[in-house]
C-alpha cells in the first residue's frame, strides 16, 4: 500500500507526509480523517439533539435576553 502524499493541515497550517504525519496531525488537533466517518449517520443542520428539558432553557433564556434589550431602552 502506497503511502499517503504530503498536506497542508488546514487547521495550523503545518506541512505533514504520509502516514505517520496523518497520525500525528489526527493525534495532535483530536480529528479524524472523513474517510473514518463513513458510514456513519449523518446530521443535518435542523438535527437538535438536546433534551426537552434543555430546550425549555434556553427558550427561557432567549426571551429573558430579549427582555432584559428592549427594557434597557426605556429605563
Do not use: C, W
Amino acid at each position: 500500500m502506497p503511502d499517503l502524499p504530503d498536506f497542508v493541515s488546514p487547521i495550523d497550517r503545518k506541512l505533514y507526509s504520509g502516514r505517520a504525519g496523518m497520525r500525528e496531525h489526527n493525534l495532535r488537533h483530536n480529528v479524524v480523517p472523513v474517510a473514518d466517518l463513513a458510514g456513519l449517520p449523518t446530521l443535518t443542520t435542523t438535527s437538535d439533539l438536546r433534551s426537552s428539558e434543555q430546550k425549555r432553557a434556553s427558550d427561557q433564556h432567549r426571551k429573558q435576553v430579549v427582555i432584559n434589550e428592549v427594557n434597557k431602552h426605556y429605563r
